[in-house]
């Protein structure tokens, strides 16, 4: 199975704050790599696909990058509802497996 | 707008197997994509089950496989999860998903439903 691993796990940031998370893969997954936000008591919400490209309604102030085994989630200003858990997702080969997830607290 | 809902009892036995439907709506399952499951243990993270193709055709998570059987009904737009041998391991909340596949990965999640294995 190919792992995901997070970096950080968790980081706290203020409102109007540029964030990024990290996500290594194991192996080379192209860039098949999906993001997800996930808030408490809700389903995740889908982000970003193929690294950089956004999912329809999602906001430009997030954005993707990265190919090979290093990829990056950035959140360009930080809003009170961006505060949330965020999850990479490897679908290049099966089992499709994610990151452990980053916390992004006040 | 593509929506998804899973339905299913929320207890089950140990020993026992869990059964869950998702009901699609705003879509066909018999369109171009895959109709997946994902589940998150209480406070941990996500964990990719398998997925189910208009055709019947399945990929499933090793550390699963033996127990996991998913269908399609293409005649109620709704597809299934079938657990077996269910242990405390199982308790988590399950989420029935679409999976546009390279085209744009997982696009929509139901709202999710918790199932707790307990005697």
């Known amino acids: 199975d190919i792992q995901m691993t997070q970096s950080p796990s968790s980081l706290s940031a203020s409102v109007g704050d540029r964030v990024t998370i990290t996500c290594r893969a194991s192996q080379r997954i192209s860039n098949y790599v999906a993001w997800f936000q996930q808030k408490p008591g809700k ?3 889908s982000l970003i696909y193929a690294a950089s490209s956004l999912q329809s309604g999602v906001p430009s102030k997030f954005s993707g990058s990265g190919s090979g085994t290093d990829f990056s989630l950035t959140i360009s200003s930080l809003q009170p509802e961006d505060f949330a858990t965020y999850y990479c997702q490897q679908y290049n080969s099966y089992p499709r497996t994610f990151g452990q997830g980053t916390k992004v607290e006040i | 707008q593509v929506q998804l809902r899973e339905s299913g009892p929320g207890l089950v036995k140990p ?70 041998s269910v242990t405390a391991a199982d308790t988590a909340v399950y989420y029935c998903v679409r999976d546009a596949g390279y085209r744009s990965s997982i696009d929509y999640w139901g709202q999710g439903t918790l199932v707790t294995v307990s005697s």
């Open chain 2, 15 to 84: 020993s026992g197997t869990l059964s869950l439907t998702c009901a699609v709506s705003g879509d066909s399952i018999s369109s171009s994509n895959w109709w997946s499951w994902v589940r998150q243990p209480p406070g941990k993270g996500l964990e990719w089950i398998g997925e189910i193709y208009q055709s019947g055709t399945t990929n499933y998570n090793p550390s699963l496989k033996s127990r996991v059987t998913m269908s399609v009904d293409k005649s109620k737009n709704q597809f299934s999860l079938n657990l077996s």
């Open chain 1, 43 to 45: 389903a995740p919400k």
